[in-house]
T-cell receptor, first 109, second 118 residues
Framework: GQNIDQPTEMTATEGAIVQINCTYQ??????LFWYQQHAGEAPTFLSY??LDGLEEKGRFSSFLSRSKGYSYLLLKELQMKDSASYLC??????????WGAGTKLIIKP | GAVVSQHPSWVICKSGTSVKIECRSL??????MFWYRQFPKQSLMLMAT?????????EQGVEKDKFLINHASLTLSTLTVTSAHPEDSSFYIC??????????????FGDGTRLSIL
């Protein structure tokens, strides 16, 4: 079966750095995506990785290792508005998105 | 950027009512649209995949006679929750995939519809 694992909840301090991990086992691989979802809102796209390595976009970076079936999302200089759920999703060989359950990130002052 | 419009954003109605939710792609053509349901504090659950001009593909456990999906054009898909009951209360989100292909943002999401059945 297909499976994506990420921690259920994480807590970090404003101004700090946090890393959210995602491991996956899917039927094929055509890219990994990170989405941010605030409570009561639809997900918004954050990042995309299809090749191994680090993709940086401002305060957010995403890393991928295809051989290990592993990715992480790194958030720097945390702000209170970063409190949200972060969803990891993998596009499989049929170009379908397989979603993780999401990681709820709580930012404390 | 690409925009998906979902309407209405909030519905409150009585048990037994049928509710229609619209999902429109505003500046691109979407051969495929997806309908998700999300219960509080849970992840997105794919309900069905809607393909323009053909029948929707429903995920296991989703009643196709209760959740009617119509994808009549490349820019519009509708989800009708028939004879809704309190257990159907949830956050329904649509997303659309651009016909131009399999790029680095595979799905554009609508803002969601919060459905509350009394």
């Amino acid at each position: 079966g297909q499976n994506i694992d990420q921690p259920t909840e994480m807590t970090a301090t404003e101004g700090a750095i946090v890393q959210i991990n995602c491991t996956y086992q899917t039927s094929g691989f055509n890219g990994l995506f990170w989405y941010q979802q605030h409570a009561g809102e639809a997900p918004t796209f954050l990042s995309y990785n299809v090749l191994d390595g680090l993709e940086e976009k401002g305060r957010f970076s995403s890393f991928l290792s295809r051989s290990k079936g592993y990715s992480y999302l790194l958030l720097k200089e945390l702000q209170m508005k970063d409190s949200a759920s972060y969803l990891c999703a993998v596009r499989d060989s049929n170009y379908q998105l397989i979603w993780g359950a999401g990681t709820k990130l709580i930012i404390k002052p | 950027g690409a925009v998906v419009s979902q309407h209405p954003s909030w519905v409150i109605c009585k048990s037994g009512t049928s509710v229609k939710i619209e999902c429109r792609s505003l500046d691109f053509q979407a051969t495929t649209m997806f309908w998700y349901r999300q219960f509080p504090k849970q992840s997105l659950m794919l309900m069905a995949t809607s393909n323009e001009g053909s029948k929707a593909t429903y995920e296991q456990g989703v009643e196709k006679d209760k959740f009617l999906i119509n994808h009549a054009s490349l820019t519009l898909s509708t989800l009708t929750v028939t004879s809704a009951h309190p257990e159907d209360s949830s956050f329904y989100i649509c997303s659309a995939r651009d016909v131009r292909g399999k790029g680095n943002q595979p799905q554009h999401f609508g803002d969601g519809t919060r459905l509350s059945i009394l």
